[in-house]
C-alpha cells in the first residue's frame, strides 16, 4: 500500500497544534494507550501532541507499537502526566513510546526521532519482560540532529528489555528528576538485553537525574547482558555524557 502520514494541517512547523487527549474507562492496565499501531506498514506520526485526561484510569503507554514496519514517530510531543500508572508494577511494559517485542511480535524500521515526552514511567520502552526480540532490527531511537527529549521520568529515560538487533540510541537528551516515590533504581539509558548485533548507544546526554530509594541504584547510562548470558555484548557505546 501507499505510505500514510497522520501530522498537523497548516503551516508547516506551526507550533501549537491541537492535542489528541485520551480518558480511558478501562481498568486493564496492559495495553492502554493513547494510540496503538499493531501490524501497520509505511506510517508516520509528524508533528502530534498526545495527552491523558485527568482522572482517567491507568494509560500505561503514549504510542504502542507492536509488529510494525517502516514506522516513523517524529517530532511529537506525548505527556503522561495524568498516567496514574506507578511503579513498581509490570514497569517493563509502560512507556511514552513502547514497543512490544518477542519472538511473534516483529517489529522492523522503526524510527523514533525529536520526540518530546515528558513525565513517563519510561520515556522510551522496548520490552517483553526479558523477551528474545531479536528478529526486530533497525530501530533508531534518535539520530545525529534527531534525538529524542525525555524529562521527569520515574524508571528510565530509555529502557531496553529484550533483544534486539541492529538498535541505535543516538544523541538523546535526558534529564529530569523523578516524578513519583515509588521507583527503587533510576537509570538514565537502562539496556540488559543489547546481545542482538548491531546495537550502538552514542551522543547521548544524560543529566540532572535523581533517585527516589535511599538504597537504590543510580546509573546514567547502564549496559549489561542478562545473567547467565554467554553471549558476546555487540554494542557499540561512544561519546555519551552523564553529567
Excluded at 16 to 33: E, F, K, R
Aim: hydrophobic content about 35%.
Amino acid at each position: 500500500g501507499n505510505p500514510v502520514t497522520f501530522g498537523r494541517t497548516g503551516t508547516a512547523g506551526s507550533p501549537d497544534p491541537p492535542v489528541l487527549v485520551i480518558d480511558s474507562t478501562n481498568n486493564a492496565q496492559a495495553g492502554n494507550a493513547i494510540i496503538k499501531l499493531a501490524h501497520a506498514k509505511d506510517i508516520t506520526i509528524d508533528g502530534l501532541k498526545f495527552a491523558i485526561a485527568a482522572n482517567s484510569l491507568p494509560i500505561v503507554s503514549g504510542i504502542y507499537l507492536d509488529s510494525d514496519t517502516n514506522v516513523t514517530i517524529q517530532n511529537c510531543f506525548v505527556d503522561m502526566t495524568n498516567t496514574t500508572f506507578n511503579l513498581p508494577a509490570n514497569y517493563w511494559r509502560t512507556g511514552g513510546i513502547y514497543i512490544f517485542g518477542d519472538p511473534t511480535h516483529v517489529s522492523n524500521t522503526i524510527k523514533l526521532f525529536s520526540n518530546t515526552i515528558t513525565n513517563a514511567v519510561s520515556g522510551i520502552d522496548l520490552a517483553y519482560n526479558g523477551g528474545d526480540a531479536s528478529l526486530s532490527t533497525g530501530i533508531e531511537i534518535g539520530a545525529f540532529g534527531k534525538g529524542n527529549t525525555i524529562n521527569n521520568f520515574q524508571f528510565a529515560g530509555i529502557h531496553i528489555n529484550a533483544k534486539f538487533s541492529n538498535l541505535k540510541i543516538v544523541g538523546n537528551e535526558i534529564s529530569g528528576a523523578i516524578t513519583n516515590g515509588n521507583a527503587a533504581d533510576v537509570y538514565g539509558i537502562k539496556a540488559t538485553y543489547l546481545t542482538g548485533m548491531g546495537n550502538v548507544v552514542a551522543y547521548n546526554k544524560v543529566h540532572n537525574i535523581s533517585q527516589a530509594a535511599e538504597n537504590g541504584t543510580l546509573s546514567g547510562i547502564y549496559l549489561s547482558n542478562p545473567s547467565g548470558s554467554t553471549e558476546d555484548n555487540a554494542c557499540l557505546l561512544y561519546t555519551s555524557r552523564c553529567v
